[in-house]
C-alpha cells in the first residue's frame, strides 16, 4: 500500500524557515518524480515544487522560486521541501505527491497534509 | 494555463447525474486533464487522468470527457458519499501544472 507521511509543520513568523519531510513505503521511491502541493483554506490545490525521481532536476512555482529548495534521498525514501523567507502567503497544508506520467502529469497519491502557518 | 470550474456550487440529490465544467484558457494537448475529489479535512484524490481514464479504485459512475479547452466530469447517480469538492488540474508540457479553484457538490 502506498503510504506517504508528511511532517515538519508549524506555526513560524514571517522571513523564518522550515523544512518539511515526507517518508515514502509500499513502492519504489526512487522510479517516480515527487511532487510537494500546497492548498490555502478555502483555496484551490497549487503545486509548489517537482522533482524528478533521480533528483537531478527540480521545477518550481514562481512565487516560491530562490526561496524553496525540494530535494531528496533515495536511499531513504524521503523527500523534503526547505522553505526560507516564509510569507504570509505561504501559509497552507502541504502535501507530498507522487506524479504519474500515465496520459500527463498528475498526482496519483497524497499524503494527509503537515500544516504551515506564517503569521507574526 | 487559467482553468474556470461551473458551477462554483452544484445542488442536487443522491440518484441524480451531476455534471461539472472544466474550461482551460488556452488548448490542453493530449487532453493531459486530470479530475480529484476532496472531503472535508482529508486530501484530494485522483478520479479521472487523461480527460477520461478512471483511477484505480474508482467507480464507473465518474466518466470524464472532453478535449482541447472544454472538459467534463459526470457522475452518473450520485451517491451520498459523492457529496464533496472537485477540482480539475491540466499538464501542458514547460507550462506550470495548475488547478481549477473548484466546484462543490452539495446535497440539495
Known amino acids: 500500500e502506498v503510504q506517504l507521511v508528511e511532517s515538519g509543520g508549524g506555526l513560524v513568523q514571517p522571513g523564518e524557515s522550515l523544512r518539511l519531510s515526507c517518508a515514502a513505503t509500499?513502492?519504489?521511491?526512487?522510479?517516480?518524480?515527487m511532487s510537494w502541493v500546497r492548498q490555502a483554506p478555502g483555496k484551490g490545490p497549487e503545486r509548489v515544487a517537482t522533482?524528478?525521481?533521480?533528483?537531478?532536476?527540480?521545477y518550481y512555482l514562481d512565487s516560491v522560486k530562490g526561496r524553496f529548495t525540494i530535494s531528496r534521498d533515495n536511499a531513504d525514501s524521503s523527500l523534503y521541501l526547505q522553505m526560507n523567507s516564509l510569507r504570509a502567503e505561504d501559509t497552507a497544508v502541504y502535501y507530498c505527491?507522487?506524479?504519474?506520467?500515465?496520459?500527463?502529469?498528475?498526482?496519483?497519491?497524497w499524503g494527509q497534509g503537515t500544516l504551515v502557518t506564517v503569521s507574526s | 494555463i487559467v482553468l474556470t470550474q461551473s458551477p462554483g456550487t452544484l445542488s442536487l440529490s443522491p440518484g441524480e447525474r451531476a455534471t461539472l465544467s472544466c474550461r482551460a484558457s488556452?488548448?490542453?494537448?493530449?487532453?493531459?486533464l486530470a479530475w480529484y475529489q476532496q472531503k472535508p479535512g482529508q486530501a484530494p484524490r485522483l478520479l479521472i487522468y487523461g480527460a477520461s481514464s478512471r483511477a484505480t479504485g474508482i467507480p464507473d459512475r465518474f466518466s470524464g470527457s472532453g478535449s482541447g479547452t472544454d472538459f467534463t466530469l459526470t457522475i452518473s447517480r450520485l451517491e451520498p458519499e459523492d457529496f464533496a469538492v472537485y477540482y480539475c488540474q491540466q499538464f501542458v508540457r514547460s507550462r506550470p501544472i495548475t488547478f481549477g479553484q473548484g466546484t462543490r457538490l452539495e446535497t440539495k
Open positions: 522533482i524528478k525521481e533521480d533528483g537531478s532536476d527540480s
Open positions: 505527491t507522487r506524479g504519474n506520467w500515465a496520459s500527463g502529469y498528475h498526482f496519483d497519491y
Open positions: 488556452q488548448s490542453v494537448a493530449n487532453n493531459q
Open positions: 509500499g513502492f519504489t521511491f526512487s522510479s517516480f518524480w
